[in-house]
């Protein structure tokens, strides 16, 4: 009996002691308008966007006519065959964001990133070279554990929704936001949420969830799918709750995160709305309505993308937030011959090989034989090298855009 009352004795207290230690855990949380950090402060987030790792865009391979993840693979599959293509692509994962990249964000001045990803990482469905329910989280993981070493905090946004969300090249999509008429997409993107939820929970190193990147492109029947954005994003935020209370949850505007007049009362006391902007001025007139949101339902907002301008631009509109107590994640942070990011790298030799071929009109197989290279040794040697070019360590730091987003 003594025995089995001092086994007992020793069970309550493990379990108080790791019940102290999740108490002692603190995530990020909100206070009015402000995003408060695990130290009680309030933290404005400044960073840069991992763009092109989880989810490849045709324009940051020099593609004109090639912009989304299935379409570079086709591409690619093509030319080189299925199984160096998938070759490539396990090669491109393992090399275009390393430990020295998070290390180098973070000297610089970044306090956080946020990581776009393609819903298809966390099923057993065929992408970037392979497939399982755990693949994901590999590469995740990797990344947020290399930036709780750092000091860096993590944003995960879903930027490939099931059936697509935007309706363009961005979201992986048939060209269509099927997402929002279809049942079957939106149990899976639930279901995706909901494991990734479970899976951080208790991560402080994540500050929360981007649920849908860009949603609704304008030039679909916007009275048709607008009113649909609200209420999935509700139901998605009730089954994430049921096994993750701790995160925040970010909301993107319709038309491309910029539409907030979707939007009504807050519903859940973890909420940041953010919003998206390209090519305009870069003044408070352009977030002016975003700003009055925030006054309106004492919440607050977020820019998670904007950038890909010069220098001045990306300065101006920086002090503009700044000014305006907005966080943001600049995009991209690396691009191949692009001044408009953190960092650039060179374009391999023979690389034109494979944007011609990208690029071209393949209207049947005939055409594809014609026009396929006759040199493949050269576009085989062109992957190899991008694959090295874009480490850190061969990348070029584009001094006048960091210092334009005030880092060092």
């Not at 929360?208 to 609704?216: H, M, R």
């Not at 009055?292 to 101006?316: H, L, M, Q, S």
């Not at 023979?350 to 055409?367: C, G, H, M, P, W």
Request: aromatic share 16%; net charge neutral; hydrophobic share 40%.
């Amino acid at each position: 009996m003594q025995i089995v009352r001092l086994v007992f004795v020793c069970m309550v207290a493990l379990l108080n002691f790791h019940s102290a230690l999740a108490q002692k855990e603190r995530f990020f949380d909100v206070r009015g308008k402000e995003i408060i950090g695990p130290d009680g402060q309030p933290f404005l987030m400044k960073g840069t966007n991992l763009g092109n790792w989880l989810v490849p865009e045709g324009y940051m391979f020099r593609f004109d006519n090639t912009p989304s993840p299935r379409l570079i693979n086709q591409a690619l599959t093509e030319l080189a065959g299925p199984g160096e293509a998938a070759a490539f692509w396990n090669a491109f994962l393992e090399n275009y964001i390393t430990e020295k990249d998070i290390r180098y964000l973070k000297s610089i001045g970044c306090n956080s990133i946020r990581i776009p990803f393609h819903y298809k990482l966390f099923t057993e469905e065929e992408y970037m070279g392979g497939r399982g329910t755990a693949r994901g989280f590999m590469y995740m993981d990797r990344v947020v554990e290399w930036c709780r070493k750092y000091g860096l905090y993590v944003l995960l946004d879903m930027h490939c929704a099931p059936g697509g969300q935007t309706g363009d090249n961005i979201d992986d999509s048939w060209g269509y936001p099927f997402l929002f008429d279809d049942p079957a997409s939106q149990r899976i993107f639930i279901d995706v949420w909901v494991k990734i939820a479970k899976h951080y929970a208790t991560n402080a190193t994540v500050i929360g969830y981007d649920l849908l990147n860009e949603p609704i492109a304008h030039f679909f029947d916007t009275a048709h799918f607008n009113p649909k954005l609200e209420p999935l994003y509700k139901e998605v935020t009730k089954a994430i709750r049921t096994v993750d209370k701790n995160h925040l949850l970010f909301l993107g505007g319709a038309q491309w995160d910029s539409n907030f007049r979707i939007f009504g009362k807050p519903f859940d006391p973890k909420l940041v709305y953010t919003f998206h902007k390209y090519w305009t001025e870069p003044t408070t007139a352009v977030i002016q309505d975003y700003l009055d949101f925030r006054d309106k339902y004492n919440v607050p907002i977020y820019c998670g993308e904007t950038g890909e301008n010069n220098d001045e631009w990306v300065r101006k509109f920086r002090e503009t937030m700044d000014s305006h107590r907005v966080g943001w994640h600049y995009w991209p942070y690396k691009k191949m011959e692009n001044k408009a990011g953190i960092v650039d790298f060179a374009k391999p030799e023979d690389f034109s090989l494979i944007q011609a071929y990208a690029d071209s009109t393949k209207k049947n197989f005939e055409v594809m034989r014609n026009i396929r290279p006759k040199d493949m040794n050269a576009v085989r040697a062109a992957l190899k090298q991008f694959l090295e070019n874009c480490r850190f360590e061969n990348c070029r730091p584009n001094k006048g855009y960091i210092q334009a987003l005030g880092f060092k």
